[in-house]
């Protein structure tokens, strides 16, 4: 089993910036890829973003690409979101997982979640 804890959420204003890390640990051989999905309250949970945890391939959502990236800090081995102009659509509980195999995009192929880190985004 592999377990995930992310940090970096907060509350900030339209066009700031965060960072989001998503700490993997215990078996993390099992782990191919690492996803960061978004829930807002009243709505489904939502691709943001993964990468491939050896080979570095990114995979985005639309409606963040050009403004968030998705990294590995390997010192600190660690996921990182970075996420630029920010604005208040964004607001929303994010949580990284884990995903063996399948699909990247589809939140019930991943196999180990995090409790997440709440962003939220004002005007």
């Known amino acids: 089993q592999v377990q995930l804890v992310e940090s970096g959420g907060g509350l900030v204003q339209a066009g700031d910036s965060l960072r989001l890390s998503c700490a993997p640990s215990?078996?993390?051989?099992?782990?191919?890829?690492v996803g960061w999905f978004r829930q807002a309250p009243g709505k489904e949970r939502e691709f943001v973003a993964a990468i491939g945890w050896d080979s570095g391939t990114t995979m985005y959502a639309d409606s963040v690409k050009g403004r968030f990236t998705i990294s590995r800090d390997n010192a600190k081995n660690t996921i990182d979101l970075q996420m630029n102009s920010l604005k208040p659509e964004d607001t929303a509980k994010y949580c990284c997982?884990?995903?063996?195999?399948?699909?990247?995009?589809?939140?019930?192929?991943?196999?180990?979640w995090g409790q997440g880190t709440q962003v939220s985004v004002y005007s």
């Open positions: 215990g078996r993390t051989y099992h782990m191919n890829t």
């Open positions: 997982a884990s995903l063996r195999t399948g699909e990247w995009r589809n939140a019930d192929h991943y196999d180990s």
